[in-house]
């Protein structure tokens, strides 16, 4: 699954559901949580995503 050029990848645990993400410079960011469900582990992927843009936009104009 992709958002906002990230890849979002679903994994199933012994005790739930997690999901890692993948940067466009393909770096991967593993998740510590397991959800009951595989929208609950997307949500909290594209919750991650949503912060490390922010946080490189927030830099860039720092820089910038």
Not at 7 to 14: A, F, G
Not at 17 to 44: K, N, R, W, Y
Request: hydrophobic residues 40%; charged residues 25%.
């Amino acid at each position: 699954m992709d958002y906002r050029g990230w890849k979002i990848l679903i994994r199933r645990e012994w005790n739930g559901i997690a999901a890692d993400c993948v940067s466009p410079e393909g770096l991967m960011h593993t998740s510590p949580f397991c959800f009951q469900t595989e929208d609950q582990a997307a949500a909290d992927a594209r919750s991650f995503i949503e912060g490390q843009i922010r946080q490189a936009e927030l830099l860039a104009a720092q820089v910038g």
